[in-house]
């Protein structure tokens, strides 16, 4: 999320059975979202506006989205957009190739040559 957008309105809505988080700066976005198809479009007003992420962490802790469908949603929109901190990668030993061993020629070898 290389974004600097910021939104002022958030929540969420079932498409089809499949709940998403919806970010927008007004209100009328329930107009929208109603007229796609959405039903339990809710949406809410926060304080200032702030970033996507920022905005979910705060939805969690509001009293309209405490219920188990709403917080698993909100949860999973969290989870799926904050920044994983990798583990270094394991160091990769190098290991030089094994150069293929010839036999020397010998004396007899020079005998069964059919020239």
């Given at each position: 999320?290389?974004?600097?957008?910021?939104?002022?309105?958030?929540?969420?809505?079932?498409?089809?059975?499949?709940?998403?988080?919806?970010?927008?700066?007004?209100?009328?976005?329930i107009k929208v979202l109603a007229k796609s198809g959405h039903t339990?479009?809710?949406?809410?007003d926060l304080e200032k506006a702030v970033s996507k992420l920022e905005a979910a962490k705060?939805?969690?802790?509001?009293?309209e989205f405490s219920d188990a469908t709403a917080q698993?949603?909100?949860t999973e929109y969290i989870e799926d957009n904050t920044?994983?901190?990798?583990?270094?990668?394991?160091?990769?030993?190098?290991?030089?190739?094994k150069a293929k061993t010839v036999k020397?020629?010998?004396?007899?070898m020079d005998e069964n040559i059919p020239f």
């Open positions: 999320m290389a974004t600097d957008k910021t939104f002022s309105v958030a929540g969420i809505s079932n498409l089809n059975g499949s709940y998403k988080v919806r970010f927008a700066n007004d209100m009328m976005r339990d479009i809710r949406l809410a705060m939805l969690l802790s509001m009293d698993a949603t909100i920044v994983a901190t990798k583990a270094p990668a394991k160091a990769v030993k190098a290991t030089a190739p020397a020629p010998t004396a007899d």
